[in-house]
């Protein structure tokens, strides 16, 4: 237990202070009832009553006292509590093959429809972050429990060219809370130089939180590095790669831009990469099944020590004490005329 205001502790010297008045203000009275009275007939002229009854209404005045000064260091307690540290980045493919539209209307709105289920369902305190990736990963939205955010950017989505599955990984996996600063190994930066967003020291993975990457996508990866060692340097950070392929098997004959072209759907790699990261693969998307699997992405229970202000529940009872005292004070010490 910590307090916020250490110092005012000091005021639990009231409590024996009160104590110390009440005994020395008692003696004093009996000693002037004794001034009036012989020792031997005090008795029969004055009567005390039971001495419980004086001293309960008294006991739990003092202790509402007690409660109240100790509350006033506003005492802040440490539970071990459940958290929910559930972190999910939605890699949602915008390549220009997710125009086909053998999924209706198209692949594409398809998946903005599956990432807006998903920021409806997950828990509220689920962090929720989005990327697209064609030719290159860009991060939307970071981590966050603002849904109005994500919905906004999902609804902005619009399609590029081509599609590279490492980049998508990269970067979802460095948009993951704790890993800003883990650089990927140089075959998936051929291009760049990718250095930590602040100095650090390497990162542990041990103590990294867990992590996972919602990947909707048509299954084809034709752009950057090989998306296995993305897979791996995903493992090796604690993040695990959920796939959701939207297409039809076998590909489809779509009009895109104007002309009528073959779009392939293969999702092959996607099953070989949720392996290698031991998350999960889905395909066709059946109502059921992703529900469940919003669930185990959006519920990632850890016991952490958590912060309880104990000062309003310390008031609370004090006042509740001074209720009972007064209560119990009033019926045993009144006078019936």
């Known amino acids: 237990m910590t307090f916020t205001f250490p110092a005012l502790l000091w005021l639990l010297l009231l409590v024996p202070l009160a104590v110390w ?104 305190s689920t962090r929720i972050g989005l990327l697209t990736f064609s030719d290159n990963a860009s991060v939307l939205v970071l981590p966050t429990t603002d849904r109005q955010a994500l919905l906004d950017a999902i609804g902005r989505v619009q399609p590029a060219q081509a599609t590279s599955f490492a980049g998508a990984l990269v970067s979802g996996v460095r948009a993951l809370p704790g890993r800003a600063a883990v650089v990927p190994p140089k075959e998936l930066t051929p291009d760049r130089t990718v250095t930590p967003s602040t100095p650090s020291t390497p990162t542990n993975p041990a103590t990294l939180p867990p992590g996972a990457i919602l990947m909707l996508s048509d299954g084809i990866s034709n752009r950057g590095a090989s998306p296995l060692i993305a897979a791996r340097f995903a493992s090796d950070n604690r993040v695990k790669l959920y796939a959701v392929a939207l297409g039809k098997p076998g590909g489809s004959v779509s009009v895109i831009g104007g002309q009528t072209v073959f779009v392939p759907f293969d999702t092959a790699t996607l099953q070989q990469l949720t392996q290698l990261t031991g998350g999960r693969f889905l395909s066709p998307p059946g109502a059921e099944q992703l529900k469940a699997l919003f669930h185990e992405l959006g519920t990632v229970i850890r016991w952490e020590p958590g912060r309880l202000d104990l000062g309003g529940v310390l008031a609370g009872v004090s006042a509740l004490l001074l209720l009972i005292g007064g209560a119990l004070s009033l019926r045993w010490q009144r006078r019936v005329p």
């Not at 005390?48 to 202790?63: D, M, N």
């Not at 307690?77 to 493919?93: C, G, H, S, T, Y």
């Open 21 to 124: 008045v009440l005994w020395a203000a008692a003696r004093r009275r009996d000693l002037r009832q004794r001034a009036y009275a012989d020792a031997h007939l005090l008795g029969s002229v004055l009567s005390p009553g039971r001495p419980s009854r004086a001293r309960w209404p008294l006991g739990l005045q003092l202790g509402a006292l007690a409660l109240l000064l100790f509350g006033a260091a506003q005492p802040v307690a440490q539970p071990i509590l459940p958290q929910n540290r559930a972190a999910v980045m939605i890699a949602l493919d915008a390549s220009r093959s997710m125009l086909a539209d053998d999924v209706k209307p198209t692949r594409l709105e398809a998946a903005r429809q599956v990432a807006r289920e998903f920021v409806r369902l997950a828990p509220r």
